[in-house]
């Protein structure tokens, strides 16, 4: 060991590939993790019964499309009047990033056009003042609810209840005054949502007077229950009554889609496996890239202590306990480098997620023992032929070596 630390920068060069391949399996897997961790805590915070329809939309050559504009107002209405048997209620929706200010303080936030019933139907509560009514919908009224984390950035500590604050509208629609009436609660995120850098407005406020258009985006539909039969029953409902009111003839592909929440949650598993295979095979790569220069230096380590195997040798050494030797050290070598890869995997997940304010990860203690297990596997196996070369030494020809 001691040829190793003479010098550090060789052995840390050649184990470069160990460190970059270990590092990009924590920091991916913490992603990945902290990810699920999140969805499947917002998605529960939710009730597992929701519904979503939205505009039948998929990708071709890389580009959206579909009909975009083929849910309208009435539609989430139609819903929440007509299919009381399996649903409860339904809420439309619309949402997409905006500037928000308050006198000479600004941050970004996601606007959301909903109804009275978000807070029901989100299990999102008001913590300060009040949220908007059905009159407040039906009058377009200008009001706004804020998520805790505008409220901190535009008023800090001071009362945010009864202030205005500025939007600005998409298109020529210009600046926008909406006045402040309530708080939500701090939620965290739902799926990739970060719920608390919402505001809330009233869906035709939103559609009228923010975004100028006459569709809406999404309906969530709350299913009886969470029970399958009553999911499927709530899906088959929705297609019906859509289906009829969208005049879509039989035998003709929907406008629109209808998804239960935990198809999403099974797309989202589908989704990390795949990445988990490609980041896997990319760490691979590395590891055989890294073993590839463990062996290297190994085998310079055993041309400049010749000699000391062939003292050993005389002295009473076995080839078996030479072979062990330089295996161990080769082992020991891979798993210091996979030890400073999940250092660096962990700081890479801890700086994206400062940077990014989206991604919330997660390390757990399975995921570096995994790596650190596949570091000392690379060790091993990279250290087998310099560790049979040294064994085979003919004692002899190794003390006359100079």
Same mark, same amino acid.
């Given at each position: 060991m001691r040829s190793l630390w003479i010098h550090p920068l060789r052995s840390i060069l050649a184990t470069l590939g160990v460190i970059i391949g270990v590092a990009a399996v924590v920091a991916a897997m913490a992603i990945l993790e902290g990810m699920s961790a999140r969805m499947a805590t917002g998605f529960e915070s939710m009730g597992s019964n929701k519904l979503y329809v939205m505009p039948e939309v998929e990708r071709r050559n890389r580009r959206a499309v579909g009909n975009f504009d083929s849910l309208e107002?009435?539609?989430?209405?139609?819903?929440?009047?007509?299919?009381?048997?399996?649903?409860?209620?339904?809420?439309?929706?619309?949402?997409?990033?905006?500037?928000?200010?308050?006198?000479?303080?600004?941050?970004?936030?996601?606007?959301l056009g909903a109804t009275e019933a978000y807070p029901l139907i989100n299990n999102h509560n008001v913590v300060e003042g009040e949220f908007f009514s059905r009159a407040n919908v039906q009058g377009k009224a200008s009001v706004v609810v804020l998520g805790s984390k505008v409220k901190e950035e535009l008023?800090?500590?001071?009362?945010?209840?009864?202030?205005? @604050?500025?939007?600005?509208? %998409?298109? /020529?629609?210009?600046? &926008? *005054?909406?006045?402040?009436?309530?708080? #939500?609660?701090?939620?965290?995120?739902?799926?990739?949502?970060?719920?608390?850098?919402?505001?809330?407005?009233?869906?035709?406020?939103?559609?009228?007077?923010?975004?100028?258009?006459?569709?809406?985006?999404?309906?969530?539909a709350e299913a009886r229950s969470a029970s399958d039969a009553d999911i499927e029953a709530g899906k088959s409902d929705i297609k019906k009554l859509l289906r009829m009111r969208h005049k879509i003839r039989a035998g003709h592909q929907d406008d629109f889609q209808v998804q239960a929440q935990?198809?999403?949650?099974?797309?989202?598993?589908?989704?990390?496996?795949?990445?988990?295979?490609?980041?896997?095979?990319?760490?691979?790569?590395?590891?055989?890239?890294?073993?590839?220069? @463990?062996?290297?230096?190994? %085998?310079? /380590?055993?041309?400049? &202590? *010749?000699?000391?195997?062939?003292?050993? #040798?005389?002295?009473g050494a076995q080839r078996l306990d030479v072979m062990q030797q330089f295996l161990v050290e080769a082992s020991f070598v891979s798993f210091l480098g996979g030890a400073l890869g999940v250092a660096m995997g962990w700081g890479m997940a801890n700086t994206i997620e400062k940077l990014t304010r989206v991604f919330e990860t997660l390390t757990t203690p399975w995921?570096?023992?995994?790596?650190?297990?596949?570091?000392?596997?690379?060790?091993?196996?990279?250290?087998?032929?310099?560790?049979?070369?040294?064994?085979?030494?003919?004692?002899?020809?190794?003390?006359r070596y100079e």
């Open positions: 107002l009435d539609d989430a209405y139609a819903i929440e009047r007509n299919c009381q048997d399996t649903i409860s209620r339904a809420m439309p929706q619309i949402n997409n990033s905006v500037t928000v200010k308050f006198r000479s303080k600004s941050t970004n936030a996601s606007i008023f800090g500590g001071r009362p945010a209840i009864e202030e205005k @604050i500025k939007i600005s509208g %998409l298109g /020529a629609l210009g600046t &926008r *005054t909406l006045t402040v009436i309530g708080v #939500m609660e701090e939620k965290g995120n739902v799926g990739f949502t970060d719920v608390d850098r919402q505001i809330i407005i009233p869906i035709t406020t939103a559609m009228e007077k923010v975004y100028g258009v006459k569709y809406i985006q999404t309906i969530i935990k198809e999403f949650v099974q797309q989202f598993g589908q989704f990390q496996k795949i990445i988990g295979v490609v980041l896997g095979s990319i760490a691979g790569i590395s590891l055989v890239v890294g073993g590839i220069g @463990i062996m290297n230096i190994m %085998l310079v /380590a055993v041309t400049e &202590r *010749t000699r000391e195997i062939g003292v050993r #040798m005389a002295m995921s570096i023992a995994a790596a650190l297990a596949m570091a000392t596997f690379t060790g091993i196996v990279s250290g087998i032929y310099p560790a049979w070369k040294a064994s085979r030494l003919d004692p002899v020809e190794a003390l």
